[in-house]
């Protein structure tokens, strides 16, 4: 969700971390592709909101929930 909510930070940060070369030009490119509608998307499908209340205490172990 902060991915799709922040998507030039997030990929400067994942290139940064992984030591791939990218400008910012790039980004922008790739950022165009990101579907920041799908926020939270898995909500509207009841296995995965299943499945999501089932890890719950893993997911926030990591941060996440």
Known sequence: EDFLA????????????SGVSADDKRLEHLVKEVKSPRSYAYQKNQELVHF???VNERL???GYG
Not at 6 to 11: A, D, H, I, M
């Open 6 to 17: 922040q998507p030039f930070y997030q990929l400067k940060r994942l290139a940064d971390f």
């Open 52 to 54: 999501s209340e089932e």
């Open 60 to 62: 926030k172990r990591y």
